[in-house]
């Protein structure tokens, strides 16, 4: 996607071949700053400290993590110690897991000699994989945004994001904001209500930085406001991503998820959830009960990060001195609350007999 008119992508190889260049998101959206990986604790720290974010990129980066590693000691216990230092970096996104068992995979029968060169191969397959799947999750949820637009005789479609489900999250295009990007780039009018994202703000300062640059509509608001909007017809469709999918079709997302589908359900706003298919686990089969729900710490719910009137950056705290703080970074949304999960091989139904039928290959591996 764009930054001030240069294509750029979340995550590449540098010129020189082995590094890593990323995009610090943590610097967004006062700073634009990139990265340099060359380790593979550089990986695991850029996951764990979410310098990357979002599911699909989380599992490209730990991909070139492993590639990082076997260019440090590319013998089998090499191999076993940067599966083992990234597998551990987060809880809750499934592609992590997902991408290093690739690795690990593709890795463990190549010649300790040639693993190095066959790392940086198969990582660069998994960022062009992403690339693919999140344009299939763009022309497939196209079709729901056309069908909202004529209906409404070519007037603008209103879309409710929640979180950061953009570029920015993945490789390139986004999961939920990848069918978005798409029709502006037809030439449908669209809005885009983006929900700021207590406590990390991923709305405010992620997804809105990025629609900004690309030139497409939208109004950042607070996370209690959907439902109004939502209430007052403002809102025509909700879309959002997903950390990791149930093989029933339970979808685990940003905390506040759960909250905006109920609103959805009550006011009759068809609800969308996006996803590539490396984030479906059918290891877990319900979302509620055994999707572990990671916990971070209570400093992101107390200070806030900002830019002053002059300019300079500052962290406050806006909590009173010794208030406990409970940080659940996600939540669970029941499949009977969504109205279709967006695929790149179609928008299925959120149940088990659909998934099973799309992605065959999944219910091998898991």
């Known amino acids: 996607m764009k930054v001030d008119g ?8 540098e010129r020189d071949g082995w590094s890593v260049g990323a995009i610090d998101q943590r610097r967004l959206p006062h700073e634009f700053i990139v990265a340099k990986l060359t380790t593979c604790e550089d990986a695991a720290v850029a996951i764990r400290d979410m310098l990357v974010r979002g599911a699909p990129l989380i599992g490209a980066t730990a ?3 492993m590639a990082l590693a076997m260019r440090e000691d590319s013998s089998d216990a090499g191999l076993k110690r940067g599966y083992d230092t990234l597998i551990v970096t987060r809880p809750t996104a499934i ?20 693993r190095a060169e066959a790392a940086y191969a198969r990582a660069d397959e998994i960022a062009e994989q992403d690339v693919e799947i999140n344009r299939g999750i763009a022309r497939n949820g196209l079709a729901l945004i056309e069908a909202i637009a004529a209906k409404k005789r070519g007037e603008t479609v209103n879309l409710l994001t929640h979180c950061n489900a953009g570029w920015l999250a993945t490789v390139d295009w986004g999961t939920a ?45 607070p996370d209690n406001t959907g439902g109004h909007l939502m209430q007052h017809g403002m809102v025509d469709l909700a879309i959002v991503g997903t950390d990791r999918v149930a093989a029933n079709g339970d979808v685990c997302n940003k905390i506040g998820t759960y909250l905006k589908a109920l ?26 009960r ?9 400093t992101e719910v107390t200070d806030m990060t900002g830019r002053t009137a002059d300019g300079r950056l500052e962290t406050v705290r806006i909590v009173p001195k010794g208030s406990p703080v409970a940080n659940y970074a996600f939540d669970v949304t029941p499949a009977r609350l969504v109205t279709g999960l967006i695929t ?10 659909s998934l099973a039928a799309a992605f065959p290959e999944r219910i091998a591996r898991a």
């Open 344 to 353: 790149e091989r179609g928008v299925l139904k959120p149940d088990r007999a």
């Open 290 to 298: 055994d999707i572990p729900i990671e916990q971070r710490s209570g």
């Open 63 to 65: 991909a070139y993590g």
């Open 6 to 13: 240069k294509h750029y992508r979340s995550i590449w190889r």
């Open 177 to 221: 904001t990848a069918p978005i990007y798409l029709a502006h780039e037809r030439g449908i009018k669209v809005h885009v209500w983006v929900d700021e994202t207590r406590p990390r703000n991923q709305g405010a300062s992620l997804t809105a930085w990025e629609l900004g640059h690309h030139g497409v509509p939208h109004t950042v608001i």
């Open 263 to 288: 609103a959805a359900h009550d006011n009759n706003v068809p609800f969308y959830v996006a996803l590539p298919s490396p984030t479906i686990d059918f290891a877990v089969n319900d979302g509620i």
């Open 95 to 114: 592609n992590l897991k997902w991408a290093l068992d690739e690795m690990r995979t593709a890795l463990a029968p190549v010649d300790p000699e040639e």
